[in-house]
């Protein structure tokens, strides 16, 4: 990740209405700002998806024979690629002419090809780096199947915060709430 993201699926007044606390108590911010984040992140991680809308490289030591996919779908831009051939970075950006981008879909990765060959890079760690945006760019054009998830877990977490702190509940059990999220995850073109 090249930044975090600035926006969340679910608002703070979302999950103070989950969670049963009035409007105007802020005493539980700090609390239910965690708590979004973490179930965010715990989505994204369910999904192989990023929801929030932030840049991320990906690092490869070398460019593939032939295509290749950014993980993370929906894709937004993408923004650059850059790879390092004898003592010089080459970036390419812009509108390129020597690739094909398949943009996928909300579900499924975005897809990079050569028009003929990929160039030749130096043989070193992270040789290739692709800079790209991904996620959608409000909390109101999200999946609502994820912000309804997102709004249960939040609301679960906080009811049951005191178990998890003193450590009496050895884990959260997968149940139908869990299940909203199946229909949202990422399907990998090529295995």
């Given amino acids: 990740e090249v930044a975090a993201p600035t926006t969340e699926p679910v608002t703070l007044a979302e999950a103070r209405l989950w969670c049963r606390i ?26 192989g998806r990023k929801f929030a809308r932030r840049q991320i490289e990906l690092r490869l030591d070398a460019f593939p024979d032939d295509v290749f996919e ?13 790879y390092r051939t004898g003592d010089a970075d080459v970036v390419i950006s812009g509108s390129p002419e020597g690739w094909v981008l398949d943009v996928g879909g909300d579900q499924t990765p975005a897809r990079v090809a050569p028009v003929d060959s990929w160039p030749a890079t130096d043989d070193i760690p992270a040789a290739v780096r692709i800079r790209y945006t991904v996620g959608y760019a409000s ?6 199947l994820l912000r309804q998830w997102m709004q249960a877990r939040v609301s679960t977490w906080y009811e049951q915060r ?30």
């Fill in 70 to 82: 950014l993980p993370y779908p929906p894709l937004y831009t993408l923004d650059s690629i850059t």
């Fill in 139 to 144: 909390a109101t054009a999200m999946p609502a």
């Fill in 22 to 47: 009035d409007d105007d108590d802020t005493t539980q911010d700090a609390v239910l700002l965690l708590l979004i984040r973490a179930a965010r992140e715990r989505a994204e991680f369910l999904t």
């Fill in 162 to 191: 005191e178990h998890l702190a003193m450590g009496s509940v050895n884990a959260l059990p997968r149940d139908f709430v869990d299940g909203l999220l199946d229909g949202l995850r990422a399907v990998q073109m090529f295995a």
